[in-house]
């Protein structure tokens, strides 16, 4: 018996609603995109009017870092413990010196030391996040070396000329 | 005289490379976009930072506060006093004792420790750093009681 064969037809697909759909999608991530950086922050030790947990411990003196602005809100001079480092980018890595010095080796934080920031109150808050990021630690191939964990802010001292 | 009429004869096009082109944009927008909701303000010009790092575990109760300036096309502010973009209202720091209640509030209403909230404060660069105090000061009175801070800053890349 003879088999006649036959070609299988080929079945045409319908490529317009696909490449339709696929546009729209296409429109709408792209509308809907939001560059946004990336953020991090930095956590505040502010335990007002909570007693220490060990109360037979003679609680570490914190390090104090102070802060003088003038009227426009820049840092015109930036003090650890009383002595001055200057202003600028150098001081923020003047200060990060210090803390390390004051804490002992890097790498390990110490935790229960505690860094006190006093700002004036028109310090601008720029200025107020180079030092704690300053007191925090530093980066080494791309990880985070942590000297201090706690850091606190004094009382704000509002100025006599502010509302 | 007879005309032969001929079908006109339409070329296809190979739309292969460009499915393919079109799947890859797609995919790339999928993938870099942000779809998680975050409460940022793009009012606010947070300050930058090589050590601000997102928290290594994820914060189960936060609540953000947007600290800005509303500014005109060039940038400059329209106003000395910050305010604190919050819910879609613009609060003074000074007024915002009324709302950091009712969010005191929603938090033990859904029986969250107030321990366990943290308070981040996503200000402006030009925000003085005493009103950034008073307001966890405020965050901190008798009647509100957060405990936990955070202080938002942009991840520097050095």
């Known amino acids: ?163 | 005289m007879k005309i032969r009429t001929t079908k006109p004869n339409v070329p296809e096009v190979d739309m292969t490379p460009m499915i393919d082109i079109v799947f890859q944009l797609i995919a790339f927008f999928m993938v870099i976009t942000n779809f998680e909701q975050t409460q940022a303000d793009e009012r606010v010009k947070l300050p930058k930072n090589e050590l601000a790092k997102p928290p290594e575990v994820k914060r189960e109760h936060m609540l953000t506060l947007n600290v800005g300036f509303n500014r005109d096309d060039n940038g400059r502010k329209l106003h000395e006093e910050p305010r604190v973009l919050f819910n879609g209202n613009e609060i003074l720091i000074d007024d915002m004792r009324k709302s950091l209640l009712t969010e005191r509030r929603f938090f033990e209403a859904i029986e969250v420790p107030l321990d366990d909230v943290t308070v981040q404060i996503r200000a402006d660069a030009e925000v003085k750093m005493g009103q950034v105090q008073e307001l966890i000061q405020l965050c901190q009175d008798p009647e509100i009681q957060f405990v936990r801070f955070a202080l938002a800053a942009t991840q520097e890349v050095k």
């Open chain 1, 1 to 163: 018996m003879k088999i006649r064969s036959t070609k299988a037809s080929k079945i045409e697909t319908q490529m317009a609603p696909m490449i339709d759909v696929v546009f729209q999608l296409l429109i709408f991530f792209m509308l809907t995109l939001k560059i946004v950086e990336p953020e991090g922050d930095f956590s505040i030790n502010m335990p007002i009017g909570k007693p220490t947990e060990n109360t037979e411990d003679i609680p570490l003196q914190p390090l104090r870092v102070s802060m003088k602005s003038n009227a426009n809100g820049d840092m015109v001079d930036l003090l650890f413990g009383g002595t001055s480092l200057g202003t600028g980018a150098e001081a923020f890595a003047r200060l990060n010196n210090e803390i390390l010095k004051a804490t002992g080796s890097a790498g390990e934080a110490a935790k229960d030391q505690e860094v006190e920031i006093e700002a004036d109150y028109n310090l601008r808050y720029e200025y107020g996040i180079a030092s704690i990021g300053a007191c925090t630690g530093r980066m080494q191939d791309g990880k985070l070396v942590r000297y201090i964990e706690k850091i606190k802010f004094s009382k704000v001292k509002k100025p006599a000329d502010q509302p």
